[in-house]
C-alpha cells in the first residue's frame, strides 16, 4: 500500500505537534511600510530632523508590530499548498527510505518510536520553515 502525501504531512503534524513546534511568520513587509509612512509624516511635520525621528519610530513601531506573530507548525503543514506538500514528501522519504515499512502506520511507529527519526525529521521541517517559508521555527529542542 503506497502511501500517500496527506499522511507524510499529518505523521509531521504529530511530530511537530509533540515537540510543540511553532514558527514566528514574518511580515517584514508591513513593518517597512509603516517604517516609511512614519519616517514621511515625520518629514513633513518636523523636516529633516523629523525625517530621522519618525524613522527611528517607524522602525520601532514596525519592529512591534511584526514580531512575535507564532503560529503552531501542524496549522502551517496543513494550509501549504499541494506543491508544497508534495515537496515535503519527497524530503521525508528520502529520510525514510533505509526503513523497512509497507504502509503509513507502520511508518509512524517507526519514526514515533525513534528519537533520532524525530530529531531528523524535525531539523529538515525547521530547515524547510526558514527556507521556503521565511519563518523561524521555534522551539530548538528538536
Known sequence: MPVRTEEVIKLLCSISEEKKMKAAVKRSGRG???????????????????????GALGGLLGSWMTSGQFKPVPQILM????AEQ???FHEVTAIVRHLDWTDVVQLTALVMG?????????????NYVTKELRAEATPARY
Do not use: D, R
Open 79 to 82: 494550509e501549504l499548498p499541494p
Open 32 to 54: 517597512a511600510l509603516v517604517t516609511g509612512t512614519v519616517a514621511f509624516v515625520g518629514g513633513l511635520v518636523g523636516g529633516p530632523p523629523g525625517i530621522a525621528v519618525g
Open 114 to 126: 525513534s528519537e533520532a527519526l524525530q530529531k531528523q525529521l524535525l531539523a529538515m521541517l525547521a
Open 86 to 88: 508534495q515537496k515535503l
